[in-house]
C-alpha cells in the first residue's frame, strides 16, 4: 500500500449513472460529535474519536457513495480559543472549510443547550454566506420536550435550511439526514473512484489510529500536549514495519506515556497494532518512541509532519 492509498474497511456502495455530487462541511465547538456523525455516515472509522475536546486537529474527509450520490464529507476541527500556532490553524482550517463546500452542516449538543460558543460558530456561518444545515446532535442524551424550543429558537435566526435532531451515537434519525443530504447535493460526477472512503495519506491515518490510543489510555493527563509521526512504513511480505515518534512537551509527561516499567507503552502499542492490522488486513511490527520537544505546538515543522497545511 502506498502512502497516498486510503484504507478501505468496508465496500461501498457503487456510484452509477447520472450522478449527484457534493462537498458537506461537518463544524460546531469541540466534542459535540461530528467524528462520530462521520464515521455513521460513511460507515467506516475514518476519525478518531475520544472524550478529549480538540480531537481532531486537522479536516478529514469521508466518502459516501450510494446509487447516483457521492457525498464527500469534512471533519473539521472544533471551534475553540486557539492558545498556540497548533490551534491557531486549526480554527483557520475550520473556516476556511465555510466558503468551499456546497453546505455546512452545524452541530450543536443539544443535551447542553445553545451556549455562547455555538452562537459564536452561528455568526461564522452568517459571515461566510454559507447554506446551513442545524443538526442538534445528543437528543438520546435529553428529555424530547426540550427540543421544540431549541428549533424555535434556531428558526429565529433564519440561517438554516433544515434543523435536524439526531443522536450519531444511536444512529436515531441519521437514516432521513443522509436523504436531505442527498436531496441537496448538486448535479455532477463523482469526485473520487467508488471504492474510496477516505484521500488521508496512509502515515497520517496510521498515526491518528496510535494517537488516539494515547488519548483513550491516558485519559487527561497529557493529550493535549502530544503528537504522533510515522517515521517509516516498510513491508515485507505479510508483515508491515511502522517506526512512530510520539512528541511530548515535558518529561514528566514522557514519564507517564511509558509507565512504570515502560507498562504503558506497551499497552498503547499493543492496541494501536490490533486496530493497525484490521486496517491493513496484515501482520504489523508496530515501534514506538517518545520524545521530548518543548513548545512543539508552535513549531512549525512538527505541524507540518502532523498533517496541518501551514500556509
Known amino acids: 500500500m502506498s502512502e497516498q492509498d486510503p484504507f478501505q474497511p468496508a465496500p461501498p456502495q457503487t456510484v452509477e449513472g447520472p450522478s449527484r455530487c457534493g462537498f458537506v462541511a461537518l463544524i460546531g465547538r469541540a466534542n459535540v460529535g461530528k467524528s462520530t456523525l462521520m464515521n455513521r455516515l460513511v460507515g467506516s472509522k475514518l476519525s478518531i474519536v475520544s472524550t478529549v475536546p480538540q480531537t481532531t486537529r486537522f479536516p478529514v474527509r469521508g466518502i459516501?457513495?450510494?446509487?447516483?450520490?457521492?457525498?464527500?464529507?469534512?471533519?473539521?476541527?472544533?471551534?475553540?480559543?486557539?492558545?498556540?500556532?497548533?490551534?491557531e490553524e486549526m480554527v483557520r482550517l475550520t473556516t476556511r472549510v465555510?466558503?468551499?463546500?456546497?453546505?455546512?452542516?452545524?452541530l450543536v449538543d443539544a443535551s447542553d443547550g445553545f451556549g455562547p460558543g455555538d452562537r459564536f460558530v452561528f455568526e461564522l456561518v452568517r459571515a461566510a454566506g454559507s447554506r446551513n444545515m442545524l443538526l442538534l446532535n445528543k437528543t438520546d442524551l435529553m428529555a424530547k420536550e426540550k427540543l421544540l424550543p431549541l428549533i424555535e429558537e434556531a428558526s429565529k435566526t433564519e440561517l438554516f435550511e433544515e434543523i435536524v435532531p439526531l443522536s450519531a451515537m444511536t444512529g436515531d434519525n441519521c437514516d432521513r439526514l443522509e436523504t436531505?443530504?442527498?436531496?441537496?447535493?448538486?448535479?455532477?460526477?463523482?469526485?473520487?473512484?467508488?471504492?474510496?472512503l477516505?484521500?488521508?495519506?496512509?502515515?497520517?491515518?496510521?498515526?491518528?489510529?496510535?494517537?488516539?490510543?494515547?488519548?483513550?489510555?491516558?485519559?487527561?493527563?497529557?493529550?493535549?500536549?502530544?503528537a504522533v509521526v510515522v517515521d517509516t512504513v516498510e513491508i515485507d511480505n505479510d508483515l508491515t514495519r511502522i517506526d512512530a515518534t510520539i512528541f511530548v512537551e515535558r518529561s514528566s509527561h514522557k514519564g507517564i506515556l511509558i509507565g512504570e516499567?515502560?507498562?504503558?507503552?506497551?499497552?498503547?502499542?499493543?492496541a494501536a497494532r490490533l486496530n493497525i492490522e484490521s486496517a491493513l488486513g496484515s501482520r504489523v511490527h508496530l515501534s514506538l518512541w517518545v520524545k521530548v520537544k518543548e513548545g512543539w505546538r508552535d513549531d512549525t515543522s512538527v505541524l507540518r509532519q502532523i498533517g496541518l497545511p501551514l500556509p
Open 64 to 87: 459516501l457513495h450510494r446509487q447516483s450520490c457521492q457525498i464527500v464529507f469534512i471533519d473539521t476541527p472544533g471551534i475553540h480559543k486557539p492558545r498556540y500556532r497548533l490551534n
Open 98 to 106: 465555510l466558503k468551499e463546500v456546497d453546505l455546512v452542516s452545524l
Open 180 to 196: 436531505l443530504f442527498i436531496e441537496k447535493m448538486p448535479p455532477g460526477p463523482p469526485h473520487f473512484p467508488p471504492d474510496t
Open 198 to 226: 477516505t484521500d488521508l495519506p496512509q502515515k497520517l491515518m496510521l498515526a491518528e489510529m496510535i494517537r488516539e490510543q494515547v488519548l483513550l489510555k491516558t485519559h487527561q493527563e497529557v493529550p493535549h500536549a502530544t
Open 261 to 270: 516499567k515502560g507498562r504503558m507503552m506497551k499497552i498503547i502499542g499493543s
